[in-house]
């Protein structure tokens, strides 16, 4: 196991503008300066580079290195939180820009605590890094309902669902809300995400979710890869 | 029935067991059908290695996911297996191979100041000279002659029919030399002659992981013996929500745990008295205190929806049950006392410490916390109490810990790092792992040497003594720090604390640090403000307060206003045997200690973790936790 590197995006100088340079944003990001993070995304904007540029190759790098180095525990929960406000210090900025360009978010994520209960923490972290690589999340919070959980996705036409269980008791309604979810018929039509700390990649399968996150960074991974392939069967 | 295989277990003495499985079920799920114990410290649930085992012959089940991640690829490869995990394909011969001896666990037992009590335990002795009735003509009775040679009015139905049963023979034994107990006006008990200074009642904590008993005399408050022993519902599941889980909605295994629980008690019964050479015949009060779940297990009461949010209790009161009722059939005479609950996760044992430390008469805020996988904390003073739970989880007992053990014989309990590291281990043996209490010295230590920074990160730093560099090593686990070389004081391999250690104390520790400062602030007191903190419960005696402050598991204080309470539920518990007083405190303090419930706190979430970080309040401003956390 070796200490995740920065990735710096191929090839781009030729999506910026002439004499730009990324590294300090990166650091920022990386480092957790929300103030420097904002000003930087500010002044990309103002030299017009692409919204979407200033996404990939100026915020994403520093995200998910640090996103690596937490599933890899070498950084812990307060440091991935900072780094995650200074990410949102920038996305902030660009979040509208890249509405009025018609971009999409990249999917919308209903996520949420199931019934008996009460631990939020984990979700809530697993929400943040997930608004952060584009997603729109719908958060409904604790000791949350299997009928609530339904009824949320069918309004929002929610492409993926993520319960969280932190209790031996409560793991077992992480299965009984996914059953719920095909006895309303509704199963097919979203992807289901389990999590926790008592779950196991084997209790994912048993339950019939489509696929676990041990850490908030795996569970982006795992949105974001379950979403392109989703697109992909669409287009 | 076609599909059984035969599964042959093999314990550590070489004796073996034969016993019919049904295929595809679990070697553990096999082996605790048929009462074959093999401890299941995560509750089967693949998180942890208790339940590790070696194939010894048969086919060897492809390892899980959860194998490989907790023996790795070598152990898996040398067959050994999660009993927890792996399901029986054919006839096969396991040997159970816990990693670590859990043997020699540390208990502690309670000692209680007996002049500053009321010394009236509720029961009595009284020895009389009664007559047997003499003439047809007086309508009377043997009993009835008994009420009235005692001066009470009592009706022969409040006596227990089996004192009646043989109560002709008895009289006329000794021409009415009797002996008759009493307790809390009853008749509980009746022996031929005098035998007024057999009075005894036992105290027991029924802990999670432990149950501690104490046998006292009720007259002179003398402690008669003490005893101890593992909850014999261990294997069932490490921690109490394991057993909820165990028990939930299937009452065949409430009945399980019951069963085993009931047995436990009367084994510790049986120890008490055979060591104080006294008649268990002559217990005649028992106070158990314990925390709600096994409150409830004890009484069988369904467990189902205390695992389940709002965490209920079924009751709260405190109750007295004839022993002969439950039935603790250790001890014929006896009443069973419980202490009243407070709260779903605040349970009696919390309310027998605040009897023990009194913190309910203090002028001064005081606050007692008992560290534990479900840490209780009691803050306040004879104004105000409030109450809270906050769960550490079981890092403090070894679980979830890469070489965690309890606190037995080669366990590290002492880490100091100079030039090199020194570790001192339980009993000085070999290390073979390292306990929570060596656990916290070692991150206090650690951070101090900056082989751990502020966020708990593994850092080789340019500048660390040579020694101490070499022992921050990458492994299969990520970044770790070797404590004990193999060669040089270890048993059989280095024990290290790796990356993924430091994170699970991490957030053990904020959850108490957390806990306590929840209290503070609903109470409005600093740290420095506060008069005393008492640690109570098995675990807080054996913690290096200075080093717990350090990494801030409790918090900034005064290390010399941070004090030991020994085991004061026990020590509560043994009050209340002895004084009925006590109990009636007991209940009226229940009503007015008020619970805090963390969940519902917003502000919770910031405290807790601003609380995973090893340093002080810089900490805040150069991370500025507090605003990321309001994102
Ligand atoms: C903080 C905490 C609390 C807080 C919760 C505050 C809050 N607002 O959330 C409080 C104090 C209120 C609390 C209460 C209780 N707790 Co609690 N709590 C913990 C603690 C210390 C940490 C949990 C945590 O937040 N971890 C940090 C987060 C970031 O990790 P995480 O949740 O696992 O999330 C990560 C991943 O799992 C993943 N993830 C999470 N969800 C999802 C979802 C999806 C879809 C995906 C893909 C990924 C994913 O991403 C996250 C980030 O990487 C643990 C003990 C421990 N050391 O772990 C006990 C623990 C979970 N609690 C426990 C218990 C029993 C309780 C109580 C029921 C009883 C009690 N003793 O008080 C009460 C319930 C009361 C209530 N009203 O909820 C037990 C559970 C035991 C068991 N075997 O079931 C634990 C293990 C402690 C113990 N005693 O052993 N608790
Ligand atoms: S891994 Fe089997 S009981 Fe913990």
Known sequence: MSDPELKIPEGWEERAVKDWEWATLWEAVEEGDHGYAHERVKEAIDVGIDPRVILDDGLFPGFNVQGERFSEQIIFIPEMLITARAMKAGLALIRPLLAANDEKPLGTFIMGTVLGDMHDIGQSIVTIMLENAGFEVINLGTDVHPDRFIEAAAEHNADMIGFSALLSTTVYYQKVTIDEFVKAGHRDKVHILIGGAPTTQEWADECGADGWGGDAMLAVNLARKLITEKRAAWA | ?631
């Open chain 2, 1 to 631: 029935m076609a599909d059984t295989i035969q599964l042959q277990i093999i314990d550590e003495t070489g004796a073996s067991s034969t016993l019919t499985a049904i295929r595809g079920e679990t070697i553990l799920e096999a082996a605790h059908r048929s009462g074959v114990e093999i401890i299941a410290t995560c509750g089967m649930r693949g998180r942890c290695r208790s339940c590790r085992c070696r194939i010894v012959q048969g086919v060897v089940p492809p390892a899980t996911v959860s194998d490989t991640v907790q023996l790795g690829h070598e152990e898996i490869r040398e067959r050994f297996r999660l009993a927890c995990q792996t399901k029986l394909l054919d006839d096969t011969v396991i040997k159970p191979m816990p990693p670590k001896s859990e043997s020699g666990h540390q208990l502690l037992a309670g000692h209680v100041e007996t002049s500053a009590l009321d010394i009236y335990s509720g029961v009595e002795k009284v020895h009389i000279e009664a007559k047997a009735p003499v003439s047809e003509h007086h309508q009377t009775s043997d009993i009835e002659e008994i009420f009235m040679t005692l001066g009470v009015s009592l009706k022969s139905n409040e006596v227990p029919l089996q004192l009646l049963q043989d109560l002709p023979i008895k009289l006329r034994e000794k021409k009415g030399d009797l002996t008759v107990t009493m307790f809390r006006g009853k008749i509980v008990d009746i022996e031929v002659g005098d035998t007024t200074e057999q009075i005894y009642g036992m105290a027991i904590d029924i802990g999670t992981t432990s149950i501690v008993g104490s046998l006292l005399n009720l007259k002179t408050g003398e402690e008669l013996s003490s005893v101890g022993m593992l909850n014999p519902q261990s294997p069932f599941g490490a921690d109490l929500m394991s057993r909820i889980a165990y028990a939930q909605f299937k009452p065949k295994n409430l009945a399980q745990l019951r069963g085993k629980i009931l047995s436990g008690l009367n084994q510790l019964v049986g120890q008490a008295v055979e060591k104080a050479d006294v008649s268990a015949a002559n217990i005649y009060k028992v106070v158990l205190v314990g925390n709600t779940c096994m409150h409830h297990i004890l009484l069988g009461i369904d467990v189902s929806y205390l695992g389940l949010a709002p965490y209920a209790p079924a009751v709260r009161d405190g109750q007295t049950i004839a022993a002969s009722e439950l039935p603790l059939k250790s001890v014929p005479r006896a009443h069973i006392c419980t202490l009243p609950i407070l709260a779903g996760f605040v349970g009696a044992d919390a309310l027998a410490c605040v009897l023990a430390t009194r913190i309910y008469e203090s002028d001064t805020v005081r606050g007692l916390v008992d560290i534990g996988t479900n840490g209780e904390m009691v803050l306040g003073s004879k104004d105000h109490l409030i109450a809270c739970s906050a769960p550490a989880g079981p890092a403090f007992e070894g679980a979830q810990i890469r070489h965690g053990m309890r606190g037995a014989v080669g366990a590290i309990e002492r880490v100091h790092i100079g030039e090199d590291v020194i570790c001192k281990t339980i009993g000085d043996d070999p290390a073979v792992g390292i306990c929570g209490s060596g656990l916290i010295e070692a991150c206090a230590r650690m951070s101090d040497a900056n082989v751990l920074n502020k966020m708990g990160s593994i850092k080789a730093t340019p500048g660390l003594p040579k020694e101490i560099f070499n022992r921050i090593r990458k492994s299969d686990h990520g970044q770790e720090f070797v404590l004990v070389w193999s060669n040089d004081g270890g048993k059989s391999e280095d024990i290290a604390l790796t990356q993924g250690d430091v994170r699970q104390l991490q957030l053990a520790k904020a959850a108490i640090f957390s806990g306590v400062m929840m209290l503070m602030k609903e109470m409005n007191v600093k740290p420095s403000e506060m008069d005393e903190l008492l640690l109570c419960g098995g675990f807080g005696n054996y913690v290096d307060i200075e080093s717990a402050v350090r990494i801030r598991l409790l918090p900034e204080m005064d290390v010399n206003r941070i004090t030991y309470a020994g085991n004061a539920a026990l020590m509560g518990a043994q009050m209340a045997t002895l004084s009925d007083a006590e109990i009636d405190r007991a209940d009226e303090l229940v009503g007015k200690i008020e619970h805090v419930a963390l969940a519902a706190r917003p502000d919770f979430q910031e405290i807790f973790i601003d609380g995973m970080n090893f340093d002080t309040p810089s900490v805040r401003e150069i991370t500025g936790v507090e605003e990321a956390t309001a994102l």
